[in-house]
T-cell receptor, first 114, second 113 residues
Framework: AQSVSQHNHHVILSEAASLELGCNYSYGGTVNLFWYVQYPGQHLQLLLKYFSGDPLVKGIKGFEAEFIKSKFSFNLRKPSVQWSDTAEYFC????????????FGTGTRLKVLA | KAGVTQTPRYLIKTRGQQVTLSCSPI?????VSWYQQTPGQGLQFLFEYFSETQRNKGNFPGRFSGRQFSNSRSEMNVSTLELGDSALYLCASSFDSPKETQYFGPGTRLLVL
């Protein structure tokens, strides 16, 4: 069965620290990959996505993610976090063939200290 | 362009009752998906509707059902509520398929007592 693992459930960083959030999925076929963010009191919104092409994708607010097919990973990175990045981050995977289901990871709560 | 709207925003029900939640997608979007969000389980896919037909379904019991109208608005119904149904129910719309970007609504927070 498809699954998505986000190993870090809670992360606390100081401003200007670098961020890397892990995301691993299990599925043997072709997938589309997403990172969504939920700021306090706001809707889930798309941070970035990977469908095909360059495995290094850039999203909003300076975030980027790298798709490593051999490792089934899609880790999220930001070189220097800001207090406003405090939010919950969700990795999501959907297969692109057959009966698809959108599978979300359980989320990582990031707290950035000013 | 208006975003995804969900009504009501908050609901309190008792065990055994039923509830209906509503979702209006972004104008022009034909795919509507529903998710249950809980602290322990994260977001879990309930079902997806496209052109008034359920196109995909997650692993939830038959107490959870939905429908979509010709204007793409969707409703979700939960019958015989259980305490474990307390959650945030999110609706998301996309133009044709959730394989593209999904746009989420604010959710309906359901508390079952």
């Amino acid at each position: 069965a498809q699954s998505v693992s986000q190993h870090n459930h809670h992360v606390i960083l100081s401003e200007a620290a670098s961020l890397e959030l892990g995301c691993n999925y299990s599925y043997g076929g072709t997938v589309n990959l997403f990172w969504y963010v939920q700021y306090p009191g706001q809707h889930l919104q798309l941070l970035l996505k990977y469908f095909s092409g360059d495995p290094l994708v850039k999203g909003i607010k300076g975030f980027e993610a790298e798709f490593i097919k051999s490792k089934f990973s899609f880790n999220l990175r930001k070189p220097s976090v800001q207090w406003s990045d405090t939010a919950e981050y969700f990795c999501a995977v959907i297969s692109t063939s057959g009966t698809y289901k959108y599978i979300f990871g359980t989320g990582t709560r990031l707290k950035v200290l000013a | 362009k208006a975003g995804v709207t969900q009504t009501p925003r908050y609901l309190i029900k008792t065990r055994g009752q039923q509830v209906t939640l509503s979702c209006s997608p972004i104008s022009g979007h034909r795919s509507v998906s529903w998710y249950q969000q809980t602290p322990g389980q994260g977001l879990q896919f309930l079902f997806e509707y496209f052109s008034e037909t359920q196109r995909n379904k997650g692993n939830f019991p038959g107490r959870f059902s939905g429908r979509q109208f010709s204007n793409s608005r969707s409703e979700m119904n939960v019958s015989t509520l259980e305490l474990g149904d307390s959650a945030l129910y999110l609706c998301a719309s996309s133009f044709d398929s959730p394989k593209e970007t999904q746009y989420f609504g604010p959710g309906t927070r359901l508390l079952v007592l």
